[in-house]
């Protein structure tokens, strides 16, 4: 995707033109005020080729550590780029990439050790692998150390060969990288991990935009609400996370990451159908 006007690119950091990173991979990450958790995910991506950046508009300190880790040697190169939307951001952060492997990763996102270590194994598969699936787990709100590893992780794929994954551009909300052809299996080893830092009020008002986003994108698409659904969706969405995905090993942070996935999918349903009855009255 081409860079749209009046989106601006900071130069490249004298570091990079001298010698590549170890990794021949570029790390592609979209922002918008992530002053709070952007800091350890740049630090995650020590020894990258290249660390595309797009920013959005962020007031909040987010470039001031952008470019400190620039002019520590971080080979960043900036892009300032009014909202697109998800998959489109996205995609235009991977579309600048240059290294022949892309990390599409989030910036209350980071790396762990064993991640960072099974990278080279990872990008020197059979070319018959487009890309990678990595295991992500979070850390709750409130709790200072992650998730028990017996936890089920999902499974996200974000590690891809460059030109051959993409995001679709028709999803509004929950856009993921498909790959074009090829094999994407899952990486054991490792884990991405992701920050829930939000408190539970801001993290709430997230759940609500997102849930009217993929309200909408399901109208875009045709759909219309059901009663099973909204009546059904929820606690199974709460027993889900819980139980299957071991939550409750988390205790009463699990149980209320649990509840609010619940919510999210209640407000889901509720705004799906306020929003299709709405129209057809109109």
């Known amino acids: 995707m081409a860079l749209t006007h009046p989106a601006t690119v900071s130069p490249v950091h004298p570091a990079d033109a001298t010698a590549p990173g170890p990794l021949a991979a570029s790390a592609a990450i979209i922002c918008l005020n992530e002053g709070a958790c952007i800091g350890k995910c740049l630090q995650s991506l020590s020894g990258f080729a290249e660390i595309i950046v797009v920013d959005s508009g962020s007031t ?5 550590i952008v470019d400190e880790f620039a002019g520590r040697g971080f080979p960043i190169r900036r892009i300032d780029q009014p909202w697109l939307g998800y998959a489109r951001q996205k995609q235009l952060a991977l579309d600048q990439a240059t290294q022949p492997w892309v990390f599409s990763i989030d ?14 194994r990872l990008m020197a598969a059979d070319d018959a692998i487009s890309g990678w699936k990595v295991r992500r ?5 409130g709790q200072s150390r992650p998730v028990s590893r017996l936890t ?14 993409r995001f679709d551009s028709a999803l509004i909300i929950h856009e993921g990288l498909v790959a074009d052809e090829g094999e994407t299996p899952i990486a054991r080893q490792g884990l991405l991990r992701h920050e829930r830092s939000l408190p539970l009020n801001e993290q709430m008002k997230k759940e609500i935009v997102y849930a009217r986003l993929k309200a909408e994108q399901r109208l875009k698409q045709g759909r219309k609400p059901s009663k099973l659904k909204l009546m059904f969706s929820p606690p199974i969405y709460f027993l889900r996370i819980f139980f299957w995905n071991r939550f409750f090993l988390s205790g009463w942070a699990g149980f209320i990451h649990a509840a609010t996935g619940a919510m999210y999918s209640l407000m889901t349903e509720a705004i799906h159908r306020q929003l299709y009855y709405g129209r057809t009255k109109q």
């Open 60 to 64: 909040d300190g987010t470039l001031a």
């Open 107 to 120: 910036a209350d996102e980071w790396l762990d050790d064993d991640l960072r270590a099974s990278l080279p």
């Open 137 to 141: 787990s979070p850390t709750l709100y």
């Open 152 to 165: 089920r992780p999902e499974h996200i794929l974000r590690l891809v060969r460059r030109g051959r994954a």
